[in-house]
């Protein structure tokens, strides 16, 4: 994979996959959101300037907020707890690290109601691992923690005051950061394969000088595994428009469709049949989507032309010519129902006779 253009690729993944979520092809009652609260989704990408930017007044209002406290607006704040190496931080400036796979998800939280719940009524008591912004700006970076950071931005919507858990560590490097982030995930259930493959194609540039074999050495897995998933990357943002749920996407998905993208015919009438399911506002279940992209174009039927060339004069036979284009083939019938006369022979050798000189005056070039 040509490293150059991973960034590139990545933002266009990470614009379907925000565009997916926020913008689900359903009909309009079954996308209403019926609990506000159940609808809230925070991207975790980068620090919150505003903890209320993307919320209207009245949304604000119904989470009983209190827009007029101090803690509405982000803290860069360290609070100490005594006996312990461990500080009580703001979670608006905090921002996932690249290379931890959940950083391109954004936290839904119908989907970790019992993580929310659970901080709500204790805190995290497991803390967040961090680092300062290697940027040089005043927030973190969470390498470790990414869900319970989006548990606990979506907990300040109603209390402002709630802050993580976490521990501070200065000194760890994008590589250290990686394998710690590797190491979480590998002890639950796996990032969905489309999210790895970001993940992977950061640490791919920025950390391995674009080898997939130090890549697979340091993700403990086979070399086969990781360009299969990070092929994932190269199937281009049409098709990916036309996903129902992007989770569910393999790398079995892009194998399937990689060699017809490779073709140019193909490809060409893959985007047109994509397109055309954009244009419907109709997405598909991955393996369904797959079918429909590759699916042969239909036979086109030509009828075969027969032309009746010679009848005997009294019936009983006749010379049939067939030019069959679907089968690109000619052919010739001659067909005897009963003993022919003199003159119907005769007739017979005649128009045998014309066709022959015909065809030996062919250029047997052409």
Not at 168 to 190: H, L, P, Q, T
Request: glycine share 4%.
């Amino acid at each position: 994979m040509d490293t150059e253009n991973i960034d590139q690729i990545v933002e266009q993944v990470q614009g379907i996959i925000s565009t997916s979520r926020s913008n689900p092809t359903l009909p309009e009652s079954q996308s209403e959101v019926a609990n506000p609260d159940d609808g809230l989704s925070f991207d975790m990408s980068q620090p919150v300037e505003d903890p209320d930017a993307g919320l209207s007044s009245d949304a604000l209002v119904s989470q009983n907020v209190d827009t007029t406290s101090a803690n509405r607006y982000p803290s860069f704040d360290i609070v100490p707890i005594d006996g312990t190496s461990n500080v009580m931080i703001d979670p608006r400036v905090c921002s996932v690290f690249r290379g931890n796979p959940r950083c391109n998800r954004p936290f839904v939280a119908e989907e970790r109601k019992e993580l929310i719940d659970s901080l709500r009524a204790h805190g995290n008591k497991v803390p967040v691992r961090v680092r300062r912004d290697t940027n040089g700006g005043k927030g973190f970076e969470i390498y470790s923690g990414a869900q319970r950071l989006g548990a606990a931005l979506h907990i300040q919507v109603s209390d402002p005051s709630f802050r993580l858990l976490a521990t501070i560590s200065d000194n760890v490097s994008d590589e250290e950061a990686f394998a710690v982030s590797e190491a979480d995930n590998a002890g639950r259930s796996e990032p969905p394969p489309l999210l790895q493959a970001q993940c992977w194609a950061f640490a791919l540039k920025t950390l391995y000088g674009g080898s997939q074999q130090k890549l697979a050495d340091a993700v403990a897995k086979d070399k086969s595994v990781v360009s299969r998933t990070l092929a994932l990357l190269l199937i281009p943002d049409y098709v990916l428009a036309c996903v129902d749920n992007l989770d569910a996407l393999n790398p079995y998905f892009a194998q399937q469709l990689m060699p017809a993208l490779n073709d140019k015919e193909r490809q060409q009438i893959i985007e047109t049949r994509a397109n055309e399911l954009c244009a419907k506002r109709t997405r598909l279940k991955p393996p369904a989507l797959v079918k429909h992209l590759l699916r042969a174009p239909p036979e086109l039927k030509i009828s075969s032309e027969t032309e009746t060339l010679w009848q005997a004069s009294g019936g009983g036979a006749e010379l049939m010519f067939k030019d069959d284009r679907q089968q690109q083939a000619q052919s010739y019938t001659l067909k005897i129902s009963r003993a022919l006369d003199k003159k119907a022979r005769h007739e017979m050798m005649a128009l045998f006779k014309a066709h022959l000189d015909t065809i030996s005056q062919i250029d047997p070039s052409q």
